[in-house]
């Protein structure tokens, strides 16, 4: 039996997945098998394989040359990196070219690479399990659209209904209706008719995967003024993204260029990618739009995950890898979280997930300069890959770190993130940093010295009891944090002792 270390160092061994799409070719690494895919590396290059596939019916010569130099680069770069495992996949292009299992022979004869090329259903397939990974409650349609192929799959209870496959990628659609949106509409809604299931998504959600459409994201967050930068699990009401859309379709290349993080390469059919999902939001009239960063090749990460791995939360196994990887125990994490909910008798089973989160990782940024540290830990928990997080949720989790370590709040960053949230929510996140920093000056974030006092919230006061023949409670800052801790909750502070 190996033991713990010698676990570890392969649960942390590299795993790599290459994406080879109609549009582009994509080498994304992950940090190991964990409940979160963690990307360590990113890579994509434009090869174009789908273009002209509509009329010729094979691979683009041109696109076969640039995908067979990417291809090499990423077999010397993948054989360095000393990967766990190294999945490669095809899709719509060479599943659908003539020519396409001659290309696969090719790229095995000069590269080593064996492609597995997806069938329409795997494709879809994996599709959802990305988005599943990181929303394992997501209930409505994935919609996932590539250069060769649209993929939608219905997902209720972690689980896949309908699923199609429509050859609507944006290269392909492009080539057979050229800068005719009015064209290209027909032949979308040729292929949408034949899907009456779509309709289903009434009142539920569409996610949306793919890079046109998170360019189109990237447009909308631009054209909102929109306070956070972070495309995954940027959401819109259905009223919201169709306005934006309408105005997004009058917007000149020139203007879409100006605009921050969007793909030049895109541009060209980013009017088809907002047409189709604006035809798909008027058919299935959902409630909400989301788009997702996950899509594939994460669904592969995540369908080779053990079953204990998948049944883990992804927030939570994510903060705890984080408190590993900054040398901080989780368990005091959850000795924090358990010490405090005194505090929050009444809080949902969401709410009390988001309080652990910040209690794990309460002492992750503890190597900061102390003068930025507040702010170093607010703008990392911001930014940081948390998958299927809710942007409100990533701004007050983000918050509760930066009142951990401190109680003012006048930077302008810090005023953005206010302004997503509600007063309640705002009084909430606070309490828990105060509350985060009163068990701090109570142990030092030292192990077994937590558990020896006691937080009581009364009517009146809040109470902490503290045992009389322990010098470690003997001075310290502690009454002064309680006292600050009271003061916000509304009520007098008092220590006793036992």
């Known amino acids: 039996m190996p033991d713990d270390s010698t676990t570890l160092a392969i649960r942390h061994r590299p795993i790599g997945v290459i994406d080879i799409g109609s549009n582009s070719v994509r080498l994304v690494v992950y940090s190991g098998v964990m409940r979160t895919p963690i990307p360590i590396y990113n890579e994509k290059a434009t090869c174009a394989l789908g273009r002209d596939l509509e009329s010729t019916g094979k691979l683009n010569p041109e696109g076969i040359d640039k995908a067979l130099q ?9 054989d360095a990196m ?20 001659k290309f696969v022979d090719l790229v095995k004869e000069e590269t080593g ?34 250069g060769g192929s649209l993929e939608l799959v219905d997902v209720q209870g972690g689980t896949f209904a309908h699923h199609a496959t429509l050859p609507l990628g944006t290269l392909r659609l492009a080539g057979s209706s050229g800068p005719d949106l009015g064209k290209a509409l027909k032949t979308i809604n040729m292929y949408l008719d034949q899907e009456a299931w779509v309709s289903g998504v009434k009142g539920r959600t569409v996610y949306a995967v793919g890079g046109a459409w998170r360019s189109l994201a990237r447009v909308c967050i631009a054209h909102m003024n929109y306070p956070l930068h972070v495309l995954d699990n940027f959401t819109l009401t259905r009223p919201q993204a169709q306005s934006l859309f309408g105005l997004i379709s009058n917007l000149s290349p020139q203007t879409l260029e100006k605009i921050r993080g969007v793909d030049k390469s895109r541009l060209q059919t980013l009017p088809l990618a907002a047409t189709m999902l604006e035809r798909l939001l008027e058919i299935g009239q959902p409630d909400n739009l989301v788009f997702s960063i996950y899509g594939m090749r994460e669904g ?11 049944a883990e939360d992804p927030l939570i196994s994510a903060a705890e890898e984080l408190c590993r990887a900054a040398g901080r125990d989780p368990g005091l994490g959850h000795e924090a979280y358990d010490w405090l909910s005194p505090l929050f008798p009444d809080e949902t089973a969401d709410q009390a997930k988001l309080r652990l989160a910040a209690c794990l990782l309460r002492d992750v940024y503890w190597s900061e300069h ?13 930014r940081l890959p948390f998958m299927g997080l809710e942007h409100e949720d990533r701004a007050g989790l983000a918050l ?6 401190r109680t003012d709040d006048t930077t302008p960053t810090i005023d953005q993130a206010h302004a997503m949230l509600d ?15 009163l068990a701090y000056s109570l142990t030092g974030g030292a192990p077994s010295i937590l558990e020896k006092a006691k937080l009581d919230m009364g009517k009146s006061a809040v109470t902490l009891t503290l045992p009389h023949d322990e010098s470690v409670f003997n001075g310290g ?10 003061s916000h909750i509304g009520r007098k502070d008092k220590v006793q002792f036992s």
């Open 70 to 78: 990417i291809l090499g680069r990423f077999t010397v770069l993948t």
């Open 82 to 101: 000393g990967l766990d495992r190294l999945d490669v996949l095809g899709t719509a292009a060479i599943r659908d070219a003539a020519d396409g299992k």
């Open 113 to 146: 690479l064996s492609i597995k090329v997806l069938s329409g259903k795997q494709e879809a397939q994996r599709s959802a399990l990305g988005v599943l990974c990181g929303i394992p409650d997501a209930d409505g349609m994935v919609a996932d659209l590539g």
């Open 300 to 310: 592969q990460f995540y369908k080779e995950l053990p079953e204990s791995l998948k």
């Open 370 to 382: 102390p003068d930025y540290r507040a702010e170093q830990a607010f703008l990392r928990v911001l």
């Open 400 to 405: 509760a770190l930066f009142y951990r370590y």
């Open 423 to 437: 007063e309640e929510r705002l009084h909430r996140v606070r309490t828990i940093g105060l509350g985060l920093r």
């Open 477 to 486: 800052s502690y009454p002064k944090r309680l006292s600050r801790l009271a």
